[in-house]
Nanobody, 121 residues
Framework: QVQLVESGGGLVQAGGSLRLSCTAS????????MGWYRQAPGKQRELVAT???????NYADSVKGRLTISRDNARNTVSLQMNSLKPEDTAVYYC???????????????WGQGTQVTVSS
């Protein structure tokens, strides 16, 4: 079973920065993609950024130019550098990994527990 542990959330003023990290443990045979989603109160969970096994990144229009996703394969970690934060970035942020645990298994999604990011105006 793959487990994801997130860190780095908190309270920051508008215009400030935070860095989220998500580290995986457990058996991982191969990784398809990793990413971050967020869910604000009263809203549906939405995609923030993804990064493929080949390093291709994809961002929501609302965060382009401000948030940067990166991965450290050696440390089994995916990070989200968040700059120029806005109050509308306030949400619970969830990391997810799409991985195979064994060569014979299919790719499955795994989710972190979520970390709160609050941006004050």
């Amino acid at each position: 079973q793959v487990q994801l542990v997130e860190s780095g959330g908190g309270l920051v003023q508008a215009g400030g920065s935070l860095r989220l990290s998500c580290t995986a443990s457990g058996r991982i045979f191969s990784i398809n993609a990793m990413g971050w989603y967020r869910q604000a109160p009263g809203k549906q969970r939405e995609l923030v950024a993804t990064i493929s096994s080949g390093g291709t990144t994809n961002y929501a229009d609302s965060v382009k130019g401000r948030l940067t996703i990166s991965r450290d394969n050696a440390r089994n970690t995916v990070s989200l550098q968040m700059n120029s934060l806005k109050p509308e970035d306030t949400a619970v942020y969830y990391c997810y990994w799409n991985v195979r645990e064994h060569y014979w298994s299919q790719f499955s999604d795994y989710w972190g527990q979520g970390t709160q990011v609050t941006v004050s105006s």
